[in-house]
């Protein structure tokens, strides 16, 4: 258990639903990040913030994702109107700012399963 | 362009014999690195990262990394692999020059461990 949590853990839903999940960082690391995980391939960057300004976003994260963090702690990920390729793995990571390598946190991860 | 590149997506080794799991990064600005490990349905836990002190990087559960800048490679090993060590293996790199400190993994190396 890294101390990063992620909730839910497993969500099927139907095309075009909207979905959210949580991320609870560890709770003195001021650096949040998303990344996606499809099957057989590495996770991907989608967005990161700083405290509770969200500093980048990746041409991965189409008009349907948004991100939050409204009090620079918890964050919350949403897609609008899913589809089949929305199917991942969605991982959370936090990370105190300290120098350039600092390491990363990781959540379990929330699986997204679009029918 | 900044990358990574993990050269077998798949390593089988018997238990007690060596492990070697190959990488090769390219970028432009001095790299920071990083092996991450994932257990089915665990989280990515982090084994070892290289931040330009030692180029012999030790991790966690006998694993060790070797930075070779002339051959841009990253490549981790073990002398002894272990059943536990089975497990799908991400190179990762991130760059100096970017202020987010966002990740990039490679497509992941799963190893198998044969009794």
């Known amino acids: 258990d890294t101390g990063v949590s992620q909730d839910p853990r497993h969500k099927i839903t139907k095309r075009g639903q909207n979905v959210t999940f949580r991320c609870d960082p560890i709770?003195?690391?001021?650096?949040l990040y998303w990344y996606r995980q499809t099957l057989g391939q590495g996770p991907e960057f989608l967005t990161y913030?700083?405290?509770?300004?969200?500093?980048?976003k990746s041409r991965l994260l189409s008009d349907r994702f948004s991100a939050e963090r409204p009090k620079g702690s918890f964050s919350t990920l949403e897609i609008q109107r899913t589809e089949q390729g929305d199917s991942a793995m969605y991982l959370c990571?936090?990370?105190?700012?300290?120098?350039?390598?600092?390491?990363?946190?990781f959540g379990p991860g929330t699986r997204l399963t679009v029918l | 362009a900044q990358s990574v590149t993990q050269l077998d997506s798949h390593v089988s080794v018997s238990e007690g014999t060596p492990v070697l799991l190959r990488c090769n990064y390219s970028?432009?600005?001095?790299?920071?690195l990083f092996w991450y490990v994932q257990h089915p349905n665990k989280g990515l836990q982090l084994l070892l990262k290289?931040?330009?002190?030692?180029?012999l990087v030790k991790g966690i559960n006998g694993f060790e990394a070797e930075f070779k800048k002339s051959e841009t490679s990253f490549h981790l090993t073990k002398p002894s692999a272990h059943m536990s060590d089975a497990a799908e293996y991400f190179c990762?790199?991130?760059?100096?020059?970017?202020?987010?400190?966002?990740?990039?993994f490679g497509q992941g190396t799963e190893l198998s461990v044969k009794p």
């Open positions: 990571a936090s990370r105190k700012v300290t120098g350039s390598a600092d390491t990363q946190y």
């Open positions: 709770s003195e690391h001021n650096r």
């Open positions: 913030f700083q405290n509770e300004a969200q500093l980048e």
């Open positions: 970028s432009s600005y001095s790299p920071s």
């Open positions: 290289y931040t330009s002190a030692a180029t």
């Open positions: 990762v790199v991130s760059f100096r020059g970017d202020q987010g400190g966002k990740l990039i």
